[in-house]
């Protein structure tokens, strides 16, 4: 099983992407997902989260009201919509999954083994 990021790229400030995360299979639609981002010299932080049938989301102080996370069962993919982008948002955008039921998204404050993982997808904001 797996998750596969696209849909990163080089963006001027105040334009939008949308990044979507590809699961391997149905099981992900049973698990609670979520998206963190990465910058050089900079530690990994949560971006935005969704349980795992949709029920509540969490955003990133930063990016509320710019981002966007949505999961689509019947394509088991997950979204991240991005608008009003800023220099501050350039990363590597990480997908992630979890095989939690909680609505809760403080799950994502402990990293297990058995959670998975996307390769990444550069997210590049210019000025």
């Known amino acids: 099983a797996n998750l596969v990021e696209s849909g990163g790229g080089l963006v001027q400030a105040g334009g939008s992407l949308r990044l979507s995360c590809a699961a391997s299979?149905?099981?992900?639609?049973?698990?609670?997902m979520a998206w963190f981002r990465q910058a050089p010299e900079k530690e990994r932080e949560l971006v935005a989260a969704i349980s795992w049938n949709g029920g509540t989301t969490y955003y990133l102080d930063s990016v509320k009201g710019r981002f966007a996370i949505t999961r689509d069962i019947a394509r088991n993919t997950l979204n991240l919509q991005m608008h009003s982008l800023r220099l501050e948002d350039t990363a590597t955008y990480y997908c992630?999954?979890?095989?939690?039921?909680?609505?809760?998204?403080?799950?994502?404050?402990?990293?297990?083994?058995?959670?998975?993982w996307g390769q990444g997808t550069q997210v590049t904001v210019s000025s």
């Open positions: 992630a999954a979890k095989d939690h039921r909680s609505q809760s998204a403080k799950v994502w404050e402990i990293i297990t083994p058995s959670d998975y």
């Open positions: 299979d149905r099981s992900f639609n049973y698990y609670a």
